[in-house]
């Protein structure tokens, strides 16, 4: 560790700890969705929507703390960007078949424990992160498949959030294939933070240390995921 990185890196574990510290506290009390004046649009708009979509999908993504809570889990230990264009590819992959099949297909699946199935994606990979299945099992399941699972899993949380909504069948088509090049766009936007503040603190003092630290965080934001989805199951029975 060359000296005189530290001071300069030293306020990303800070922020990183702040930052998920408050989704884990506040996870109980917001549920990540489409609403407001962006489902109204999408609710009265007819027609080929093509730009507004992109742009919503990209905010939908960007804004998603669920999806990035798995993605932080899944880049913390990556270090050659090969293999983080490989992961972040089966992931997209695995959420734009299942959001385009979900939505244009009318595949309808239980909203809460879809998101309850995603909050537990961001336990699991904290959880691997952690070494708890080499503990338990002797060995880590295999990564690649495990985020391609999960990336099916988030797609069908996207299409959910759609699905709410009363979308007309009048460009429809079109419609969720511009909301998916959002999506991607919107991931792609994340990354770039999310990948910068990873490369900082790697660099600074302390990272093995206080790594610990915010994937037991990361896992406390999973579990608050699924409580918040667990509640809202009970009170919509």
């Not at 990556?78 to 264009?85: F, Q």
């Not at 002797?138 to 759609?162: C, D, W």
Request: positive net charge; glycine residues 12%.
């Amino acid at each position: 560790m060359r000296p005189g990185r530290g001071g300069k890196c030293g306020t990303v574990l800070p922020a990183l700890v702040a930052v998920v510290s408050l989704l884990a506290a506040t996870g109980p009390s917001i549920a990540h969705g489409v609403a407001g004046a962006d489902a109204q649009f999408l609710e009265t708009a007819t027609g080929v929507q093509f730009w507004p979509y992109l742009y919503l999908g990209a905010k939908h993504m960007f804004t998603g703390y669920d999806h990035l809570l798995f993605l932080v889990g899944v880049l913390f230990y990556l270090i050659r960007m090969r293999d983080v264009a490989v992961y972040v590819t089966l992931f997209s992959l695995g959420h734009s078949i299942t959001l385009l099949f979900g939505v244009l297909a009318g595949l309808r699946l239980d909203s809460y424990i879809i998101d309850a199935v995603i909050g537990f994606s961001v336990v699991y990979k904290a959880f691997d992160n952690l070494g708890g299945f080499r503990r338990m099992l002797g060995f880590s399941p295999n990564l690649k498949a495990v985020v391609f699972i999960f990336g099916l899993i988030h797609g069908f949380g996207l299409a959910t959030k759609l699905q709410d909504l009363s979308l007309s069948e009048d460009g429809l088509v079109p419609n969720i294939i511009a909301f998916n090049i959002g999506v991607e766009l919107g991931q792609v936007a994340a990354l770039v933070f999310i990948l910068s503040a990873l490369q900082l603190w790697r660099r600074a003092p302390g990272f093995s240390r206080h790594a610990t630290t915010i994937n037991v965080l990361l896992m406390a934001a999973g579990f608050s995921l699924i409580l918040v989805q667990l509640v809202g199951s009970w009170r919509a029975a």
